[in-house]
């Protein structure tokens, strides 16, 4: 792993005048479990972010307790999901495997066909309960934080989880810990109440949106909306993070933060655009991982998984697809990764990707159907989408902006993310760029055969029944409290 020191101002302050305010909080924590004994290993989950953090250089957003974190130990640059959407991002995690690998690659499927994991593939809550560890799925998080306990996977098992808090485990057992924190996902009407309590409300007027929005104030609004939520996970890690420590767990355990997928907005979830495959990745691993460092290294989520079966002793399945990347065991850095979309809810979709440090090439196999094919839960939760599609109709998008409304989409899109980090110019068909485009292609064509990509086969009936309608089930998610109040 190639690490730098970090300079940021921000970090400086986190790690000095931040550290120093905590360690008074320390001394009167509860004394450090013994050295020698197994690291515990905790995973923390927020739903739909990409890296709009206070340490990846977002502005605005107030994220002291994540900026800690990563002061205290290595930030991930360059970290992605396998899917753009919770469930096949999900499925892919707990297994280590790609969602199209083990079949769970459609979006809520096989919700009501009993369907099972290929055989020798085991979720790694099973391998860590078999070298010892107590698995908990966090519900009961911190004082004041509750976790989500979303598990979302495209395939049924027993037992994922021996329990809901690490609490109930074995005197001196070690843990894994998986804890979602859902207060990211829309609507966000909790988090903006929660904001404008602290103060911290975001001034939409001083946001910055991506050129692919129109700059007016409905969008400004959603995104500083947005914001908000992040400042109120932060102050939730930051609880969560006090109780390690205030049961002297803090030392002797390894924290994993991230993302399950981009942030829920337009070339966003869903799609393989920068926003809704990039995910922040925070490690603290004592002893491991130096403090204040930032990694260059492209890292998959399903990584994450493998490296937390190395940390507990566990030998890593050889058909596993995720690889350690960090500690002792570490393999070489991946040299491109691959994201791919399915059917979500009810629109049927297939795209893949093969993503680099400087190119991102995406393959769309349904090329006849537009960027907006009709979908009730974008529809319904995504506001700068429907405005978005009335000012196309009356023809006040500007170029950029009109791409994701255009009826069709190319067959193959390429860009150079060092020169266009926003992914608006497509360079697939420039002849200088021909030899890329065949290279990336032949890399795809080759990922696709050699794990057997379930996405070419059609799905069948039976496995879409009850995921169809999920947009319906992700309804009561989104709906914002009856007494939930705009900003």
């Not at 355990?253 to 991230?258: Q, S």
């Not at 190119?359 to 769309?364: E, L």
Request: hydrophobic fraction near 35%; aromatic fraction near 8%.
């Amino acid at each position: 792993m190639k690490a730098c020191t970090l300079t940021r101002r921000r970090f400086v302050k986190a790690a000095g005048l931040g550290a120093a305010a905590m360690a008074l909080q320390d001394r009167a924590a509860a004394a450090p479990e013994a050295p020698g004994k197994r690291l515990n290993v905790l995973w923390v989950m927020s739903e739909d972010i990409s890296p709009d953090i206070g340490c990846y250089g977002t502005p605005l957003v107030h994220t002291p307790n994540l900026d800690r974190l990563a002061a205290e130990g290595t930030r991930f640059a360059h970290a992605f999901c396998t899917a753009p959407v919770c469930s096949p991002s999900r499925s892919a995690m707990i297994t280590g495997m790609y969602q199209t690998t083990i079949g769970a690659h459609h979006h809520r499927s096989h919700r009501k066909d009993g369907y099972r994991l290929p055989e020798g593939v085991r979720l790694i809550t099973d391998h860590l309960r078999d070298a010892g560890y107590y698995t908990c799925n966090v519900t009961t998080a911190a004082p004041g934080v509750r976790g989500s306990g979303k598990t979302d996977f495209n395939f049924q098992c027993e037992k994922p989880f021996d329990g809901t808090d690490w609490k109930d485990r074995k005197e001196g057992q070690p843990f894994f810990a998986q804890l979602s924190l859902g207060v990211t996902h829309r609507s966000w009407a909790g988090a903006r109440a929660w904001a404008k309590q602290a103060g911290l409300l975001v001034d939409p007027d001083k946001v910055k949106v991506p050129p692919y929005y129109p700059d007016l104030p409905l969008v400004r609004d959603d995104w500083a909306h947005y914001l908000d939520s992040m400042g109120c996970m932060d102050d939730q890690a930051g609880k969560i993070i006090q109780r390690l420590k205030d049961e002297g767990l803090y030392d002797s355990t390894v924290i994993f933060f991230i993302g399950d997928n981009g942030r829920c907005d337009v070339r966003g979830k869903q799609w393989l655009y920068e926003g809704g495959i990039s995910i922040p990745l925070i490690v603290r691993w004592p002893g491991v991982t130096r403090p204040g460092t930032v990694s260059n290294d492209l890292v998959l989520a399903i990584d994450i998984s493998a490296t937390i079966l190395a940390i507990a002793g566990v030998d890593v399945p050889p058909r596993m697809e995720g690889q350690v990347f960090l500690g002792p065991g570490a393999r070489p850095p991946r040299e491109f990764v691959v994201a791919a979309r399915d059917r979500c809810d009810e629109t049927v979709d297939r795209i893949r990707c093969v993503r680099t440090k400087k190119w991102k090439y995406i393959k769309n196999f349904m090329p006849e159907r537009p960027y907006t094919q009709p979908n009730a839960y974008k529809e319904r939760s995504y506001p700068v989408l429907n405005f978005m599609k009335q000012l196309q109709a009356e023809g006040k998008l500007s170029a950029v902006q009109a791409l994701f409304m255009a009826p069709t989409r190319p067959p193959e899109e390429l860009y150079d993310l060092e020169a266009d980090p926003y992914e608006v110019s497509n360079l697939a068909a420039r002849p200088e760029h021909q030899e890329t485009l065949k290279s990336l292609r032949a890399i795809l064509e080759k990922w696709i055969k050699d794990t057997d990509d379930k996405g070419q086969y059609p799905e069948k009936p039976e496995a879409a029944e009850g995921g169809l309608g999920a947009a319906s089930a992700e309804k009561k998610a989104d709906a914002p409290p009856a007494k939930g109040k705009k900003k």
